[in-house]
């Protein structure tokens, strides 16, 4: 939570439609066809505007977004009030209204979106790519509100997991990771936009559920560009104190 609370006017961008589903494509070509159309580029930047609920508690907040594929994921809030700086070692983050930073795993994003998380999944999460590599076991599909829906043919004992992805891109339309015995269940739904030839989300939106604990987290994504020059400035002030999992 506290990530998302201590994280101008925006030009819309009129997001992709259209694409019709073919009832006789194979799971395997509908896998391979999402695979082939990931976003190519080396940065993204832009602007992100996060909209979060939990209970009662409830804020809006526009970020500065900056992306090195593979890389670097940093946020920062404006005038810097709060920044994160997340890479595939670690996710830290720091809040200068509280005096306080975490420095730490992804243990602290996976309790937040109630599923195992690494620095793979969340890129993915944020692109509108598969959560998890569906080339690792075999779907049976169907078509299903006018998208391509993707269940695993063997049932896993510990979670279920449900992908649904749009014809026009084979980008994700909607993809679900629950594990009903830990009450934990992350669903997230996109609409799309092209950038400069890659398409990439416009508006996501996150459900996240852990034991009986709802969040949402609304994200819309404006003014993106991709391959500019970009630094990623990021040092934790001194004398912040440490912010601890429980």
């Not at 979106?113 to 793979?120: A, S, V």
């Not at 569906?134 to 006018?146: A, D, I, P, Q």
């Not at 989300?201 to 003014?223: C, M, W, Y």
Request: glycine letters at 6%; hydrophobic letters at 35%; a positive charge.
């Amino acid at each position: 939570m506290a990530f998302l609370l201590t994280l101008g006017s925006c030009k819309s961008t009129k997001s992709i439609t259209g694409g019709e589903v073919d009832s006789r494509m194979s799971a395997r070509n509908i896998i391979n066809a999402h695979y082939s159309n990931q976003p190519k580029f080396k940065t993204l930047r832009g602007r992100v505007k996060i909209d979060y609920a939990n209970g009662d508690e409830s804020q809006g907040v526009n970020v500065s977004l900056r992306m090195e594929k593979d890389k670097v994921i940093w946020m920062s809030a404006p005038l810097g009030v709060v920044k994160a700086h997340i890479t595939p070692n670690k996710v830290s983050f720091y809040n200068k209204l509280q005096n306080e930073y975490f420095d730490g795993d992804f243990s602290y994003l996976s309790d937040l979106l109630g599923t195992e998380l690494d620095f793979e999944k969340v890129q993915n999460l944020l692109l509108g790519n598969a959560v998890l590599d569906l080339r690792k076991e075999r779907f049976n599909s169907e078509v299903y509100n006018g998208n391509y829906q993707l269940k695993p043919k063997k049932a896993r004992e510990l979670f279920k997991i449900l992908f649904q992805l749009e014809p026009k891109n084979f980008k994700i339309a909607t993809q679900e990771i629950s594990q009903p015995e830990k009450m934990r269940q992350l669903q997230a739904n996109y609409t799309y936009q092209n950038i400069s030839g890659n398409v990439l989300p416009n508006e996501v939106k996150i459900v996240a559920e852990e034991a009986g604990d709802l969040t949402t987290i609304d994200l819309s994504f404006r003014n993106l560009e991709i391959n500019k020059p970009m630094n990623f400035p990021y040092k934790v002030p001194k004398g912040y104190d440490k912010i601890t999992l429980k």
